[in-house]
Antibody, heavy 126, light 110 residues
Framework: QVQLQQWGAGLLKPSETLSLTCAVYGGSFSGYFWSWIRQPPGKGLEWIGEINHSGSTHYNPSLKSRVTISLDTSRNQFSLNLNSVTAADTAVYYC????????????????????WGKGTTVSVSS | QPALAQPASVSGSPGQSITISCTGTSTDVGAYNYVSWYQHHPGKAPKLMIYDVSNRPSGVSDRFSGSKSGNTASLTISGLQAEDEADYYCSSYSSNNIFVFGTGTKVTVL
């Protein structure tokens, strides 16, 4: 059974860079998109972006200028970097898996997140 | 990309049925049959309840069902139980490889 374990700094000052990592245990790293989603206090979920096993990325246009999602296939980990943070970036950050499959030499992906991490609370305050 | 619109709260008594709406646009909900629903108990990881508008993952109760008409998707919970009390979020694939979530609905079991 696939599990996602995430970690990273929980308290940042404005203008610093948020860095979180998510490790994938108990399953393959290939053939999936690996996502980051956040939930500000009292608000709904917000999709941040995703990366697949070959490094292809998609980002939320509202965050694209500040976000980088990367992966370390040797460790089955992927990471989120969000620079120039402000108080508006205070949120619980979740990593998640978007499932997919392979037909012959072609990868395909489904359009939902089926496995989620437990979340990491990040606060931005001076 | 604006969030999908959901009612802030919906309530019902045990055994009743409730429906949560999720309204998007012709570029997300209306354009694709890729609406999913997530149950979120505070402090826990969100749980996938419905995918591709109306499909249930293995292990999810058949009391949960989904549908879509035009730009609006819906999640129905029948035979409401105390354990269903949670926040529910819809999500839709949108154009240009983007996902958008709903504003969230708090379900209260009276």
């Amino acid at each position: 059974q696939v599990q996602l374990q995430q970690w990273g700094a929980g308290l940042l000052k404005p203008s610093e860079t948020l860095s979180l990592t998510c490790a994938v245990y108990g399953g393959s790293f290939s053939g999936y998109f690996w996502s980051w989603i956040r939930q500000p206090p009292g608000k709904g979920l917000e999709w941040i972006g995703e990366i697949n096993h070959s490094g292809s990325t998609h980002y939320n246009p509202s965050l694209k200028s500040r976000v980088t999602i990367s992966l370390d296939t040797s460790r089955n980990q992927f990471s989120l970097n969000l620079n120039s943070v402000t108080a508006a970036d205070t949120a619980v950050y979740y990593c998640a898996r978007r499932p997919g499959g392979q037909f012959r030499t072609t990868y395909y992906y489904y359009y939902y997140m089926d496995v989620w991490g437990k979340g990491t609370t990040v606060s931005v305050s001076s | 990309q604006p969030a999908l619109a959901q009612p802030a709260s919906v309530s019902g008594s045990p055994g009743q049925s409730i429906t949560i709406s999720c309204t998007g646009t012709s570029t997300d909900v209306g354009a694709y049959n890729y609406v999913s629903w997530y149950q979120h108990h505070p402090g826990k990881a969100p749980k996938l309840m419905i995918y591709d508008v109306s499909n249930r993952p293995s292990g999810v109760s058949d009391r949960f069902s989904g549908s879509k008409s035009g730009n609006t998707a819906s999640l129905t919970i029948s035979g409401l139980q105390a354990e269903d009390e949670a926040d529910y979020y819809c999500s839709s694939y949108s154009s240009n490889n983007i996902f958008v979530f709903g504003t969230g609905t708090k379900v209260t079991v009276l």
